[in-house]
């Protein structure tokens, strides 16, 4: 019962944290995303539970975003359901293989972004936003989570039972 309530207050930090003041100090493609990081926590980690946070991680990153409602939601659904079928077959404790899969779910999550965006009426901004910023925000994505699954005390406070 603890588990759930310290993976939620750890999410509810990092929304906190990715909404309020990492864009005081960081410009637009060096803010880290660090609800794609929950999201691949959750995928390697909660089993077939996991769906509804994934989703729900989505929907709150799009009413902070300001794009086009579920977006971020059916890109995180998308991402969980690909690495809670990987899941089985990874050493998921390794730190640099969660690092590596951050950057790829990052990368994965702009190009889904992408692709949902061409069934809506060309908007050219939001192209040029997202496309030459997708590489930038991986490698700081990347760099984000190995600093937050190097500390042991997350790690601990998050695995125990």
């Known amino acids: 019962m603890l588990k759930p309530l310290k993976i939620i207050i750890l999410i509810i ?4 944290l990715q909404v309020t003041i990492l864009p005081a100090y960081l410009s637009d493609p060096f803010k880290p995303n660090l609800l794609i990081v929950a999201v691949v926590y959750i995928g ?7 769906a509804f946070p994934a989703f729900a991680l989505g929907i709150l990153q ?19 359901f ?10 998921t404790d390794n730190r640099y293989l969660m690092v590596f899969v951050v ?3 990052t990368l994965f999550n702009g190009v889904l972004n992408l692709l949902l965006l061409l ?4 908007i050219n901004s939001i192209y040029a936003t997202i496309l030459p910023d997708l590489l930038p925000q991986g490698l700081v994505n990347a760099l984000f989570s190995t600093l937050i699954f190097s500390f042991p005390a ?8």
């Open 103 to 105: 950057f790829l779910a």
């Open 62 to 80: 799009d009413c902070f975003s300001g794009i086009y409602l579920g977006l971020n939601g059916f890109s995180y659904l998308c991402i969980y």
């Open 13 to 16: 930090a990092a929304l906190i």
């Open 82 to 91: 690909i690495l809670n079928l990987t899941a089985d077959r990874l050493f």
């Open 119 to 122: 069934l809506f009426p060309p």
């Open 44 to 50: 390697f980690k909660t089993g077939d539970l996991g």
């Open 154 to 161: 997350v790690n601990a406070l998050v695995e125990s039972k």
